[in-house]
Structures are given as C-alpha cells and as structure tokens.
C-alpha cells in the first residue's frame, strides 16, 4: 500500500510524521520503502544520505519514464513514421542517458535494513521547470502517472508499505505523489491557519485532480490509467498537539466537526523529544531515551506508537477492501 504524508503547508510536520511511520512499521516487521518528494530532502538527509544527485530523484524517475513512455506510445503505431510524437533517442541526451537506469538504481539503503529510500536533493526543485519543457516536447505523456509506473514495477514483494514525503506545493513531482498513492494521510497543526491552509490544500488538490480527469481524458485512458483518480481513503493526523492547551482542544473539535471519523483519533503530541533528536538527525525511535527525561521520551514514544496503531489500522482496512474487491473479480 502507498501513502502520500502530505499538506500544501510547511512546518505541519509532514517529515517527521513520514519518518516516525516508517521506523513504527519497520520495527513493527514490515519492510518500508520511502519516498522523498520534498527537495528539501528533510528525509533523506534524516535517513543518512547526503550526497543525492537530482536523476537519482522522482524527477529522474519521471525522465526515464518519459523515454519508455515516447517508446511504448511510438510502438502503438503501426509505421512509427506516423507517430507524431518523438521516440527516446529524439529526446534530449540527458533525458536519454537518465532514461537508461534501472528500476533499482533509483533506491538507496538507509541505517535501517529494512527501509529503503528513493532521495531527493535541492536540485530536483530546480530541475522541476524541467518537465514542463518536456510536457511540450511529448505531448501525449501522461506525465502525473510516472512515479505510479515506475512503482508498478518493483516486484509485489519487495515493500509492504511505501511512504510518501511529499512538499509544500503542488508542481508535477507533487502530483505524480497524489496519482501514486492509495492513502493520503494529512498532518495538520491545531492553529487556526494550519486549518485554513488544509482545507485549501484539499481544494486545490481537488481541483488539480479535476483538470486532469477533463483535460488529459484520452492522454490517460491511452496509458492505461482510470480517471477520475479515487483514494482509498483520506486522513487527517493533528500534529504538534497539546491535550493541556484549550485552543488545541478547541481546534481540534473544530476540524472534527468538518472533517468527521476522517480525522485521527490519535494526535501527535507536541513534545521536546523530537526536537531533541531533530537535533541530532534521529526519529523518537532511534534517539536514545537517556538524551532525555524518561517521562519526555516515554510520552513521545506513546503518541507516536498510538499514531501508528491506528495508521496501520487504516492501512490494513484499505488493504483487506481491495483484496475482497478482487476476489469478487475472481
Ligand atoms: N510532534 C512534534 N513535537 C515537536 N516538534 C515537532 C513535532 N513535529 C514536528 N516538529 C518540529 O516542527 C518542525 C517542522 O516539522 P517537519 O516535519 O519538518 O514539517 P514539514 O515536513 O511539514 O515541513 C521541525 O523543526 C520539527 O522538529
Ligand atoms: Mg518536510
């Protein structure tokens, strides 16, 4: 299953949540891949890796995409002279020797042998304009389909769980996350603007969606991609939260009363242990409790777990609803 941990504001704790679901699932037995799709590579830089080149990002695996996608849509023709559209080798060259990669060349392990990662890097935001261009050159790329492509790929049983870090934004490495995911999980603080910024990001990523289910209709089904794109489910996490502050409660009962049974149960508390182990590039899970008070670490520890429980919870719901739909196929 993949899950996008994603919001259109910064500082909510997106990181934080991706990175403590990931250690919470690994440590619980399942084997984790994330996905860095924030060029402010926070993740990648928390996993260890510090030396990321931008074709080793999403934006690399959307280039390479790209190439097998101008072959596939050539081969459809029956005189490739009557395709409109260019093949690989007229792309241009870095696109073509990026294309050349593997499907595992683009993951990277990390400190944990059970969660590997595909980074990102400063650059992949500079290189984003990039796409556009290439739109221009193909113009029957379904270019918000690479990442769930790429990830179809992989062999079934090499990840349990995928976990998407996604930015603060919505440009074409943010939209190739919402096209990938199954499960959108959105962290939110409890202040009034992280309320506001919510509810538009749910707006205009609903309207994103829309502009592609009208305008990318035949570019889509052409790929093999059902629209309109449908979740599995939505969530929304409170993070950042504190059961002692009345104007969290308060916000809180706020996003309920929109939100409903959508928004999580359990709130990730606002606690000293991530700051702490921020401090030293480490989730709760991987800081050693002595670098704290025992009670700032357990309590930690509690909400983050809890956080999980019910994360995986959901997870499995989405997971067991797909399997009955398709034993019904059967
Ligand atoms: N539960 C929490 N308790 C205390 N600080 C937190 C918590 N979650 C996030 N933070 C802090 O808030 C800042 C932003 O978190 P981050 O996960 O990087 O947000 P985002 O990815 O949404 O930009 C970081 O400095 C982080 O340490
Ligand atoms: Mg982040």
Not at 32 to 45: E, K, N, R, S
Not at 115 to 133: G, K, L, R
Not at 155 to 182: E, M, R, T, V, W
């Amino acid at each position: 299953m993949r899950v996008a941990v994603s919001n259109f504001k910064g500082g909510v704790g997106k990181t934080v949540v991706a990175q403590h679901l990931a250690n919470a699932a690994a440590l619980d037995g399942y084997r984790v891949l994330v996905v860095d799709f924030d060029p402010q590579a926070t993740l990648t830089h928390s996993m260890g890796l510090a030396e990321v080149r931008e074709w080793n990002t999403v934006w690399g695996i959307m280039c390479r995409d790209l190439c097998r996608e101008a072959n596939r849509i050539a081969d459809d023709y029956d005189d490739p002279a009557d395709c409109p559209y260019p093949t690989a080798d007229e792309l241009p060259e870095d696109v073509q020797s990026i294309g050349a990669q593997r499907v595992q060349d683009f993951i990277q392990r990390t400190s944990w042998s059970t969660i590997d990662i595909i980074p990102s890097c400063a650059n992949a935001a500079f290189v984003e304009f990039a796409s556009a261009q290439y739109r221009s050159i193909h113009k029957a790329w379904s270019f918000f389909g690479c990442v769930a492509r790429y990830l179809d790929e992989l062999p079934d049983d090499q990840y349990d769980l995928i976990i998407f870090d996604c930015p603060p934004a919505i440009g074409y490495q943010s939209l190739n996350a919402a096209f990938a995911a199954d499960i959108l999980y959105i962290p939110s603080g409890p202040g009034y603007w992280e309320y506001d910024s919510t509810t538009s990001y749910l707006g205009q990523l609903g309207d994103a969606l829309e502009d592609i289910t009208n305008g990318f209709e035949r570019i889509a089904k052409d790929a093999g991609i059902t629209l309109p794109k449908k979740f599995d489910d939505v969530r929304v996490l409170m993070t950042r939260f504190e059961a002692s502050n009345t104007l969290h409660v308060a916000m809180m009962d706020a996003f309920k009363n929109v939100f409903g049974s959508d928004v999580c149960q359990n709130p990730i508390e606002m606690t000293r242990a991530v700051e702490q182990s921020g401090r030293f590039q480490m989730s709760v899970y991987e800081q050693d409790y002595r670098q704290m008070t025992r009670d700032t670490w357990k309590r930690a520890r509690q909400s983050f777990d809890s956080a999980y429980g019910e994360f995986r919870d959901v997870v499995l719901r989405a997971w067991e609803a797909r399997t009955k739909v398709e034993e019904r196929v059967e």
